[in-house]
Nanobody, 124 residues
Framework: QVQLVESGGGSVQPGGSLRLSCVLSGNTTSANLLMAWFRQAPGKEREGIALITRGGGRSYAEAVRGRFHIAKDDADNKLYLQMDILKPEDTAIYFC?????????????????WGQGTQVTVSS
């Protein structure tokens, strides 16, 4: 079984930054998984915003490209999301996700392990 626990959410003003973390535990390691960040705003569907492959390849959704950066530390089984130049429309619950599969996709159905989420609020 795999557990994911996010942290680092909070409230920030527009233009500010936050760094989210996700700790992986269980019977595997981050080196063996495709990992990603998703978010879900009130009244909207969950959307994939960034993924990182086993080898460190990265892909971003258009809405966050150039502002967000995904990274991982396989030694500590941690996933990170550095979020800069935050906008009010970035307000959402952010989820860490992982899959043992090999399809590189930001579709939520591609992932079978999920964290509980952490709230990010961007407001002046």
């Amino acid at each position: 079984q795999v557990q994911l626990v996010e942290s680092g959410g909070g409230s920030v003003q527009p233009g500010g930054s936050l760094r989210l973390s996700c700790v992986l535990s269980g019977n595997t390691t981050s080196a063996n998984l495709l990992m990603a960040w998703f978010r879900q705003a009130p009244g909207k569907e969950r959307e994939g915003i960034a993924l990182i492959t086993r080898g460190g390849g990265r892909s971003y959704a258009e809405a966050v490209r150039g502002r967000f950066h995904i990274a991982k530390d396989d030694a500590d089984n941690k996933l990170y999301l550095q979020m800069d130049i935050l906008k009010p429309e970035d307000t959402a619950i952010y989820f860490c996700a992982a899959t043992s599969g090999w399809k590189t996709s930001l579709q939520s159905t591609n992932y079978n392990y999920w964290g509980q989420g952490t709230q990010v609020t961007v407001s002046s």
